[in-house]
């Protein structure tokens, strides 16, 4: 199985989605553990999580990997279907 191939298959609990949302909005994990009254260590954990299911580095690699397999939606690009 290739890299691709395996990319497909992660899952991301829809927690993950909305903070994965906030990180292409450009939100700190400050201003979106202030929208989604939780707190800011929750958000770094989640966003330590996410990093490490999608195997990326940092959040312009996770925003990049969430365009390319539908996960967020920017400016109406990739907006047809946003996938759980």
Do not use: F, Y
């Not at 691709?4 to 994965?20: A, D, G, P």
């Not at 996770?62 to 690009?77: H, N, Y």
Request: charged residues 25%; negative net charge; aromatic residues 2%.
């Amino acid at each position: 199985m290739n890299s691709c191939e395996s990319q497909t298959h992660i899952s991301l609990s829809e927690r993950e989605l909305q903070v994965l949302e906030l990180v292409a909005d450009g939100l700190t994990n400050e201003k979106i553990a202030e929208k989604l009254e939780i707190s800011k260590r929750t958000v770094d954990n989640h966003v330590s999580n996410i990093l490490g299911k999608t195997s990326t580095h940092n959040r312009v690699e996770l925003v990049r990997w969430g365009l390319q397999w539908g996960k967020v939606c920017l400016d109406d690009i990739n907006c047809c279907t946003v996938k759980p």
